[in-house]
């Protein structure tokens, strides 16, 4: 059980990017999904989670109304739509998988909910 993130770069305040997280051998979208970030000398935190099949999903407040979970249709992928950017959305961003599937109405946004972790992509907004 492996996730791959990438989509990752150094865009200016206001634009946007795409990450993706790929699941190895695996339907992704049949696990819980969240994203996490962390910045230099802080703390990694929750971005947002989902749950399998997509049916519930939450955004921590600096998340909401800017960024977005989708997946594909095949189940394999995962995006983060990262909009209108800022220096403080800056860190690596880590995909992570796992959870108790039976639990398909929440999700969670802590990490230890999660037993599977990418390695990360760098997001760098400066101008």
């Known amino acids: 059980l492996q996730v791959v993130e990438s989509g990752g770069g150094v865009v200016q305040p206001g634009e946007s990017l795409r990450l993706s997280c790929v699941g190895s051998?695996?339907?992704?979208?049949?696990?819980?999904v969240a994203w996490f970030r962390q910045a230099p000398g802080k703390d990694r935190e929750a971005v947002a989670c989902?749950?399998?099949?997509?049916?519930?999903?939450k955004y921590s407040d600096f998340a909401k109304g800017r960024f977005r979970m989708t997946g594909t249709s095949a189940g394999s992928t995962v995006f983060l739509q990262l909009n209108d950017l800022t220096p403080e959305d800056s860190g690596v961003y880590y995909c992570?998988?796992?959870?108790?599937?039976?639990?398909?109405?929440?999700?969670?946004?802590?990490?230890?909910?999660?037993?599977?972790w990418g390695q990360g992509t760098q997001v760098t907004v400066s101008s």
């Open positions: 992570a998988a796992g959870g108790d599937t039976t639990i398909v109405n929440s999700c969670r946004m802590q990490r230890s909910a999660y037993r599977t």
């Open positions: 051998d695996f339907t992704l979208t049949s696990w819980h």
């Open positions: 989902r749950s399998p099949r997509n049916t519930a999903s």
